[in-house]
């Protein structure tokens, strides 16, 4: 059964801590996105891969770090310099074409900080 | 800047109530726009992309049209089950291949 799966569904990090948020796909897609999604907004793209061993930030990188290392896998660290982590992450993927790019989504994983 | 704006921010409406969900957004140009629904503590789950002006696509209750400044996401005949938070993106041309997303209508359906 082809599809995302994101690990753990909750987390929670402690002060200074820095955790890993899993993301698989079995799509066959080339590219792969991470989002943040916080209370009533919309996704905000943290960074995105569009092939293995290469990708960039998006528009709220500061406090995160990714590796592209295969083309299935792309996990997302949070690291202790992200000092408001409580959110719900979502991690996508695409098929890399030249025209529209339809993204599909994984569960997602809640983050909160004890 | 690429922008995205939904409206309204949550819409409540009786069982069998039509209505439109608005969706206005400012791209240099439009490689294409998206709808998705969430539901609660869930990931986006992907309904249409549409690509230019004049444009539409219908899913059971749902039809989705598309103008030059704005797409409406029209929902006849609504069913409680339909209740969930409708999510609309858009993917600018010639950039790198990455979605704007508003923030989203949260839509209530009573029974």
């Known amino acids: 059964d082809g599809g995302i799966t994101q690990s753990p569904k909750y987390l929670f990090r402690k002060e200074g801590q820095n955790v890993t948020l899993s993301c698989e796909q079995n799509?066959?897609?080339?590219?792969m996105y991470w989002y943040r999604q916080d209370p009533g907004q919309g996704l905000r793209l943290i960074y995105y891969?569009?092939?293995?061993?290469?990708?960039q930030k998006g528009d709220i990188a500061e406090g995160y770090s990714v590796s592209r290392e295969k083309k299935e896998s792309f996990p997302l660290t949070v690291t202790s310099a992200q000092k408001n982590p409580t959110a719900f992450y979502l991690c996508?993927?695409?098929?890399?074409?030249?025209?529209?790019?339809?993204?599909?989504f994984g569960a997602g994983t809640r983050l909160s900080v004890l | 800047e690429d922008q995205v704006t939904q409206s309204p921010e949550a819409l409540r409406l009786q069982e069998g109530e039509s209505s439109s969900l608005n969706c206005s957004y400012t791209?240099?140009?439009?490689?294409?726009l998206f709808w998705y629904r969430q539901d609660p503590g869930k990931g986006p789950e992907f309904l249409f992309t549409?690509?230019?002006a004049g444009e539409e696509k219908e899913k059971e209750r749902l039809k989705a049209t598309l103008t030059k400044k704005e797409s409406f996401l029209h929902i006849t005949a609504p069913k409680p089950e339909d209740s969930a938070t409708y999510l609309c993106?858009?993917?600018?041309?010639?950039?790198?291949?990455?979605?704007?997303f508003g923030q989203g209508t949260r839509l209530t359906i009573n029974p």
């Open positions: 996508a993927s695409s098929m890399r074409t030249g025209g529209v790019n339809i993204q599909y």
């Open positions: 799509l066959n897609h080339d590219a």
């Open positions: 891969s569009q092939i293995v061993n290469d990708f």
């Open positions: 791209v240099s140009g439009l490689r294409g």
């Open positions: 549409l690509y230019s």
């Open positions: 993106a858009v993917q600018e041309l010639g950039g790198a291949q990455k979605l704007v």
